[in-house]
């Protein structure tokens, strides 16, 4: 497979418009756990097992980025966010009602076609096993968890709203798909203020190129693009230094 890099202005050193800036106030700052639910990341259901099935060269690629990056990155993430009490959200996506009406029309049609193609959808409704966070990441009782219909979580719920209430400025993003789920959501946050932060090596999708062209994308104009390692050690020295 072709290496690619994603755009910075290291890589991209020709870029003549300005790079996305912003100071992180951490004691405002909340991870955003998006979409890491069975129906992505789980081995044996849902969409890696279809895509195993049907293509296993993509499936191969996704799972391994999916279970040896992804989620245990995504873990590190958490576990310090936690332990330097900061806000974890976790958003989950897919019909509201088990018929999936709720839906707009024209992802109604993309499962039903996506049944007829494979024999499963592309994603499950609330309330079933699939549509749950892995059990890797499981939320805490107190942990904000919202259901979301659409794309971006700014699209249909309270997201916002939540975020204010909540006195956050910035947004670090972990999550599937980086180049659907994730990017929506990072360019929606951003167009509505907040600083985001979208974490690389917490991130996954199906092809190696829609996930540096996405992240690339984001990192011209929208977000700043880090990795795992850079997160923990911005935010352990910033709580260091209160010491």
Known sequence: MASFEIDSPETLQDWVFPW???????????????DIQNYLAD????????????????????????QEIMIPNARRLIDSFRKHNLEV???????????????????????ADAEDNTGR??????????????????????ELVIDKNS????????????????????LVITGAATDMCVETTGRDAADRGYNVIVVEDATATFQEEHHIAALSGLARVYTQVWKTDQVLGSLGDSFDSKG
């Not at 895509?51 to 799972?63: A, K, S, V």
């Not at 976790?90 to 049609?109: V, W």
């Not at 699209?155 to 209430?165: F, M, R, S």
Request: with cysteine; hydrophobic share 30%.
């Open 20 to 34: 996305p800036t912003f100071d992180i106030n951490w004691d405002r700052t909340a991870l955003c756990v998006i």
């Open 43 to 66: 081995t044996n259901s849902g969409l890696i097992e279809m895509l195993n099935n049907h293509i296993p060269e993509t499936g191969n690629y996704y799972d391994h980025r999916v």
């Open 89 to 111: 959200i976790y958003t989950r996506h897919g019909a509201l009602l088990p018929d999936s009406r709720d839906m707009i029309k024209r992802r109604q049609r993309r499962d």
């Open 121 to 142: 959808p592309a994603m499950w409704s609330s309330g079933s096993f699939e549509h749950q966070i892995v059990k890797q990441l499981t939320p805490l009782p107190h």
């Open 151 to 170: 794309s971006s979580p700014f699209n249909g719920t309270g997201i916002d709203q939540l975020l204010h209430n909540l006195n956050l400025e910035t």
